[in-house]
DNA sequence: AGCTTTTTACGAAATACTTCGTAGACAAAG
DNA sequence: CTTTGTCTACGAAGTATTTCGTAAAAAGCT
């Protein structure tokens, strides 16, 4: 198994609203990114800045310097990044059961049928693979 | 409806570990508390008396000071502030998706046949409660 | 060319959270 | 009574994270 990333994921609050971004949209400069956060909330220019030059150097980021105006690139996957993130939560905030935190969401969340129907699906294809592979 | 807190319930993780404590053993003094949390990590005894006399400001814990030994108590419940901080995750890492959440934490399965039931068994109430409703 | 705007780099202030040292009160033990 | 241990209070240092001001370089504009 190809193991791209050998260090923990960790991004910060402020770090994980970058990378959205750059999930979302693809490559982008400072200011693209800038202007998407202040959608939500207001963020000066040179605070983004740097956010994403300490991501590139923690490697959360890549950033292409060829042109004046840098562009960066996520340098971590929307899915392993939720995945690690998602363990520690769990750890911290239900004490390691993936199980209760599954049932308090599904318990609070207005779920459509269609999301349910989703999930029973999901939890079929796990029982069967369960079978299957005898465990 | 009765609202206990109006405000957000947000303990930082050092809280949370405490609270963990209380919630699962009640009462306790600082020693106590403090006890527990070496089992896992070395703490100083007044970095965790800190901690739960900034908790008793913030209104995450109750104090009982009749004794020169004080006596804290969650004023938190666990499922509340579980449910506080799931939302807060959820809107954070999976954009508000808690089915994201919750299909991810399924995927990464190490779910046994019977906690797998139990969620059917709660996917079933769901169902029935929102068709009972007419929803 | 001269002025304005945009961008990066750098550093430091501001904020949040964690940790601990020290002091004083009180209690327990000898 | 004196010594030793336990407890609270307080403040401040340490660390992590976020925010921003300023400067210099590059680009754009008139």
């Known amino acids: 198994m190809i193991m791209s990333q050998s260090k923990k994921i960790r991004p910060t609050e402020s770090e994980l609203e970058i990378l959205q971004v750059l999930w979302e ?7 693209f990114v800038n202007d998407q956060l202040n959608e939500d909330r207001e963020v000066g220019y040179t ?7 300490i991501m590139a ?50 318990g609070n969340h207005n779920a459509s049928e269609a999301e349910l129907d989703e999930i029973k699906a999901l939890i079929e294809e796990i029982e069967t693979e369960g079978r299957r592979k005898n465990k």
């Open 25 to 31: 949209h693809g490559p982008s400069t400072v200011r």
């Open 47 to 53: 605070t983004t800045l740097k956010l994403m030059q």
């Open 57 to 106: 150097e923690k490697g959360l980021a890549e950033r292409d310097t060829s042109q004046r105006t840098h562009i960066y690139s996520p340098a971590v996957t929307e899915a392993e990044t939720q995945q690690n993130l998602l363990t520690q939560f769990v750890d911290r905030t239900f004490k390691g059961s993936a199980m209760k935190l599954v049932m308090q969401a599904l």
